[in-house]
């Protein structure tokens, strides 16, 4: 919480939902109140992780990569994707590399990916995903 009228600005770093609520007061005494309430999202859990189920590698700028989009902070990371014969078109440990749909210097074919992610977050949960992602070119 924030109880300090001088500052004009006023921030406050939240760690649970919490609600805010602001009092005013003028010169003349008129009063008025507004709240807000923030909701304290846990980006540690898999429901937070998301990933698309398609994309475009076509090199235009727009969905030419697959990977978490807008990870947390999180180690021991790795990434695995195997086609449909089970072979690995691509695997990193590095959560910022993404899969941009190549295969040994060829492009890989419009088709569903599978992919295994694991991963500990900075809470020290340890997450994993798994699902299947679509080449459309």
Request: overall charge negative; some cysteine.
């Amino acid at each position: 919480a924030v109880n300090i009228d001088t500052i004009r600005n006023p921030t406050s770093i939240i760690k649970a939902s919490t609600q805010f609520t602001v009092n005013v007061k003028d010169n003349h005494n008129c009063k008025n109140s507004a709240s807000v309430f923030v909701e304290m999202i846990d980006e540690c859990t898999n429901d937070y992780i998301y990933l698309p189920t398609a994309f475009s590698p076509n090199r235009d700028g727009i969905n030419d990569c697959f990977g978490i989009m807008s990870p947390p902070r999180l180690t021991d990371y790795r990434m695995t994707i195997f086609n449909r014969w089970g072979e690995i078109v691509f695997e990193t440990s590095d959560e910022k590399e993404c899969w941009d749909g190549m295969f040994k210097g060829v492009e890989s074919q419009s088709d569903s990916y599978i992919y295994l992610i694991s991963f500990k977050c900075y809470n020290g949960a340890n997450l994993s995903k798994k699902g299947t992602v679509t080449i459309l070119r």
